[in-house]
């Protein structure tokens, strides 16, 4: 089944210890989001790729870095950690002009940092 | 800024009854709507999308859009205990992703 797919489903880091987070999609959608979700708070979103462009929102910490190095992967990159970054995090993929086909999520990566 | 407002509840609707939840949205420019369930520690899952006035039925669930008044609301018809979730509201499409609202608490009771 075509789907999105995020690993580790759940991580633990250190504090200030650099950590990267993963998500595929065998969608062949041209966009791919990363959102993060806190408790009982909306998903927030953090910077896209529309293909091989990367928009970045203007309140996303610099801390917060993404690649995607082919149509099909993109992670998400935190550099240095804090105990404000533990989160879930979403990733998303979409076909720009589709917009019958909504979005797509992945099952999530929950962040916990000690 | 983009803002979408829900009532975080909880809601508590009895089972077997109709369940409505309502959303606003500040971008009067905004064409497209989407409602979202997500269930505790899971990831969102799209339940509709609408983009035009008017209501939009799908199995159980109503989609209705007034977007002079800038409202979206969702209504589930009898109810069941899985419908119990987080009921988000997004706004936008296109490449620029969703806003979402922080999301309406429902609990069916039986």
Redesign the interface.
Known sequence: DAMVIQNPRYQVTQFGKPVTLSCSQTLNHNVMYWYQQKSSQAPKLLFHYYDKDFNNEADTPDNFQSRRPNTSFCFLDIRSPGLGDAAMYLCATSRAGGEGYGYTFGSGTRLTVV | QKE?EQN?GPLSVPEGAIASLNCTYSDRGS??F?WYRQYS??????IM?I?SNGDKEDGRFTAQLNKASQYVSLLIRDSQPSDSATY?CAVG???????????THLIIQP
């Open positions: 979408v975080s064409q497209s989407f520690g899971k990831s969102p899952e799209l999308f983009y988000l499409g296109g490449a620029d992703g969703l806003t979402f609202g922080k999301g």
